[in-house]
């Protein structure tokens, strides 16, 4: 008995109730699982290998390539579904009344007059009656199929057969499932086998059969693989990492081999993310029609500027998408990527970036190179003038910040001079106010130091600072925005922090910088144009321009400046582009606007576009010769009885009334796209899209949708 009056029977065997016979009790026991309980199985590597072995023909720029089916240039003649149906109704009633009336002599004999001369006399009037039915009956099925074959081509019965018959039900083509030669395999590796690396080779195709690669680790290995070719690695180390790690060989240093997740499609064997489909529009060309539409490093090198009002689909649409294919892509190790917006923008998650500078953040883990990690004063004063008084300059030709440059050198050269470093940001706004005890410091240290050279610059900085009209007022004026309490420990020039540099565009790093546009518009606009200053000096003087680098400007109002158009003119020699949004062609002065459209080769407009903007995008896309169809049509009246019953068969066929009509064709010149069609024909959720790839190979203005 326990202590609440029940019984403990644990141990006992009274009265044991009877089991009924059946195989052992060691037979009963289930078998060990081999994964621990909720785990499912690893996948097979069937879907890898669909994917890798899926066609990707060349096709014209934008086009998505994977599984794409090439289209005519031109659209074919269809004939309307009445027209043909009738048609082949009639062709099929004449072919038959002309085979009633051979076969019951109506038309003579005739017809069987080559029977009767290339064929002896024994085999038509023999005894052998089956001999002589299969002679003649063979004779007349020839005849029966020469007809039906004549009718049948002027009834186009082979064009409904495409339309309406079996073919049209199923797919258009039918997908060979049998896997390729080993030879032409992507997935054996036979560029390794042929190049002697037979094992390496064997480890990759065993774990793409099992499941174990992904499309980031084909593109990541294939990387490492043209390194070798060029002489970068050697091909011992890389086999001896294949063999080792098989498809985690020749990590990105973070080790990541994936994004946390993707909201694009993503095809890492073209490069390409897929942004939406081509609308099946006449203003697009019809081999573009319906296909999907794509971007790559191909097309992002020559730059991209979209244009549209607030909730038309910048970020979601095209930042973010483009984002993530560029940070696949650094995870492959092919490009570099820093993307700038406003935080909570939705630029994607801070787990798929390297380094995440969030500006005004007192929990942010990386600082702002405020400098760009140069040592030369003269080129940091010219990244930070740019950065400060850049929109300020003028921007017709000719108009610089050389003013602005020369001010800052002034000040930022005796300071590093003497402390080995650049000033901070309260120190630079001393330095610009002319405070005197900071001047006076700044002079005291130099004669210690023995930089009596450097006492010229001071001495013009403070002969310049008594002139009206002195830029050092407007320059400590826009550093003052930085020297705020939010951005107190930001921007520290004494080693305590962790800045980050755009100089590490070096190598294949994922970078997002949040903006405090929130209480901090003029200080975000700075920023902004600070790094678009500093990514286009430093991916300028790269040693390995193998590597894409790409910068993602979500909103640059204000960014825009004479020397931000000049640096962008620059980026396709080195093999770099940038992803420019706005919200409105305003945004940029009006003498910048024509060299902004001319600088980017792929411009996007979309929906909901002013016409002022439409205005601008109609003239950079320019006018193409079109053919124009003036028709006059007279309807024909019939006087006789017989030529109205042929009306009325004509009038059944056709569905139309008989008409007699005039064509006049001319060439005329119009406008791609107009101002009014830009601004008033763009469905929502749509953009016009122009590309050019660093090729020079372009594809016209395209009505594009960005939900497909």
Known sequence: MDSDGTRDVRGTHANPVPRPAGPPEHSAVPPRPSAPPGVPPLPDGSAFLAWLRAPRPQAAPGVWRYGHRPRPEEEPEQIPTRQLLSGALIAFLVGWLVWSLLWNGYLGGWWVLPLELFTPDSWRQGNDRVGNAILWYSYYTLIAVAIMLVV??????????????????????????????????????????????????????????????????????????????HGRHSLASFRGAVVKDGAAACPHPSGDRDLPARHARHDLVTGQVRLGTTADDPRNPYHYRG????????????????????????????????????????????????????????????????????????ESAYDLDLYGGTTDPDEAAAILAEALVGDLADPHPGGDSRRSTTVLAQL???????HGRFPSVPELRQLLDGTPGALAALRKALHDTGHESL???????????????????????????????AFAGFFDTSGQSRPFSLKALDHPVRVRIDLPERGHADASRILARLVLAQFTASVAVRDDRSLF?????????????????????????????????????????????????????????????????????????????????????????????AGKAV?????????????????????????????????????????????????????PPLLVDLRG
Request: proline share 8%.
């Open 152 to 229: 049948g081509r002027l009834g186009r019965w082979g064009e409904v057969w495409r339309r309406f018959g079996p073919p049209a039900w199923g797919p258009a083509t039918q997908v060979d499932e049998r896997p390729p030669a080993p030879e032409e395999d992507p997935a054996a590796w036979p560029h390794l086998r042929a190049a002697g690396a037979p094992d390496a080779a064997d480890r990759l195709a065993a774990e793409a059969r099992a499941g174990l690669m992904r499309d980031v680790d084909h593109a990541r290995i294939s990387r490492a693989w043209q390194g070798v070719q």
């Open 291 to 362: 296909t999907g539409l794509a971007l790559g490093p191909d097309l992002l090198g020559t730059s991209l500027l979209a244009v549209g009002p607030a909730g038309s689909g910048k970020t979601g649409s095209i930042v973010r998408p483009l984002a993530e294919s560029l940070c696949l892509h650094a995870l492959a190790g092919r490009a570099a990527v820093v993307v700038v917006g406003a935080a909570g923008a939705g630029i994607g998650p801070a787990d798929a970036y390297d380094v995440v500078v969030r500006v005004a953040h007192p």
């Open 412 to 418: 930022l050269g005796p300071f590093r001079a003497v």
């Open 455 to 485: 006492i010229r610059e001071l001495d013009a900085r403070e002969r310049q600072m008594s002139h009206p009209g002195d830029v050092g007022t407007v320059l400590a004026d826009r550093i003052a925005l930085l020297d705020r309490p």
């Open 549 to 641: 680098a790409g910068l993602l400007l979500d909103d640059a109002s204000g960014v825009v400046t004479p020397e931000a158009v000049r640096g962008i003119q620059r980026l396709r020699s080195v093999n770099a582009g940038v992803v420019v949004t706005l919200r409105t062609l305003d945004d940029v002065p009006r003498p910048l606007r024509g060299p902004l459209l001319g600088a980017t080769g792929c411009r996007m407009a979309l929906s909901g576009l002013t016409p002022w903007d439409g205005q601008d995008f109609a003239e950079v896309w320019g006018k193409e010769w079109t053919e124009t169809r003036d028709v006059t049509d007279r309807q024909i009246i019939a006087e006789t009885p």
């Open 647 to 699: 009306h009325v068969l004509r009038r059944v066929i056709t569905g139309k009334a008989p008409t007699a009509r005039a064509v006049t064709v001319r060439q005329v010149e119009r406008e791609r796209w107009s101002a009014s069609e830009l601004a008033h024909a763009v469905p929502p959720g749509h953009a016009v899209l122009s590309l050019t790839n660093v090729k020079g190979e372009h594809a």
